[in-house]
């Protein structure tokens, strides 16, 4: 049955502070889904934010039905890579997605990816800025040359063979996921290149969609200096023991 492609997609979606984008990308997911005909359900991972994120939840939980839109929230901030865990832990679907709660991903992609999956029947299919008709949006060129300098230095060191490894928007097959997972060390950041660079290693399938990103819509990058320095480290170390 692999070969079906997705017959019930989990979102896995880690919030922070997220009240103003979370009823957006839940109607944008909700109405694309349907519109595929694609049965799917949101997991919302909220780190405990301040600002109402998880009353706004709450909401959308009765809205869309808790079959629909599950809150599993967490005390504190404890990070992506652990969200991800968390999430995993009360998925259904045969598939999964991850992607960030701040609309900086177009939704609408969603049914594009779940296309792809089922013409090459991928283990992962990821979206890339760096092909085709991708790219990068409301980016100053600080933020470009941080990322196109991260994604070079990835493709130079590990040659993973996908062309846009820190970007985290990509749909798994549930159990490709799990194994990913368990041998993922990373945190943050480089979580999302370190799934890559193993699944690679594990000989799965990658497919590519050429996707736009657009800088966050409310609120504040989450990319600082601090982030960078540990990008930086994690890639080294996952040059070292890879």
């Known amino acids: ?37 694609i049965d799917f359900e949101i997991i919302i991972i909220d780190d405990g934010s301040p600002d109402g994120t998880q009353e706004v939840a709450q909401q ?98 590990l040659r993973p063979g996908a062309s846009d490894l820190t970007g985290s928007f990509r749909l798994y097959r549930k159990e490709v996921l799990q194994k990913l997972m368990e041998k993922c060390v990373s945190k943050g950041y480089v979580f999302q290149m370190e799934m890559i660079v193993r699944a690679r290693q594990l000989g799965y399938t990658i497919g590519e969609v050429p996707i736009s990103f657009v800088d966050r819509v409310y609120g504040e990058s989450k990319l600082g200096g601090n982030e960078i320095v540990s990008f930086l480290k994690g890639l080294l170390t996952l040059f070292a023991t890879t």
């Open 60 to 157: 959308l939980e009765k809205i869309y039905g808790s079959d629909k839109i599950l809150l599993r929230p967490r005390a504190r901030k404890l990070g992506l890579g652990t969200a991800y865990i968390h999430g995993m832990k009360y998925a259904t679907g045969n598939f999964i997605v991850i992607m960030d709660a701040d609309l900086s991903h177009h939704v609408r992609l969603h049914f594009v990816y779940c296309g792809k999956q089922k013409e090459g029947n991928f283990d992962i299919v990821s979206g890339t800025r760096y092909k085709g008709n991708g790219g990068v949006y409301g980016w100053d060129l600080k933020r470009k040359l941080i990322s196109r300098g991260a994604n070079f230095l990835t493709q130079v060191l």
């Open 1 to 37: 049955t692999a070969a079906m492609g997705p017959a019930r997609v989990s979102v896995l979606l880690p919030t922070y502070n997220e009240r103003d984008n979370l009823p957006l990308v839940v109607w944008l997911l909700a109405r694309t889904f349907r519109d595929s005909g």
